[in-house]
């Protein structure tokens, strides 16, 4: 299994980005699928999550200002991050979970500054 993440970038605060993470392999839509970040000096952390079947749960610094969404037909989950905050700078990992085994994608950076 390769994950690919992709949309990161540098936005001014109150601004949306959308990360989007694509799946090799034809078994995505078994997959419990979650957004990590990691800021310098700090643990990765969960941000968001979204099960096979469809159940999300976020950590509570992005309630109400990021969504996560899956599409089993493109092998792609997406997270959609309004309202954003300089504090949401880190690096974002995606991570897919396979019959109780991890796979990870390379980071992207977002970048919230004025």
């Known amino acids: 299994v390769q994950l690919q993440a992709s949309g990161g970038g540098l936005v001014q605060p109150g601004g949306s980005l959308r990360l989007s993470c694509a799946a090799s392999g034809s078994i995505f839509s078994i997959a419990d699928m979650g957004w990590y970040r990691q800021a310098p000096g700090k643990q990765r952390d969960l941000v968001a999550a979204i099960t096979s079947g469809g159940g999300t749960n976020y950590a509570d610094s992005v309630k109400g200002r990021f969504t996560i969404s899956r599409d089993n037909a493109k092998n792609t989950v997406s997270l959609q991050m309004n309202s954003l905050k300089p504090e949401d700078t880190a690096v974002y990992y995606c991570?897919?979970?396979?019959?109780?085994?991890?796979?990870w994608g390379q980071g992207t950076q977002v970048t919230v500054s004025s």
């Open positions: 991570k897919g979970t396979y019959f109780r085994r991890d796979y």
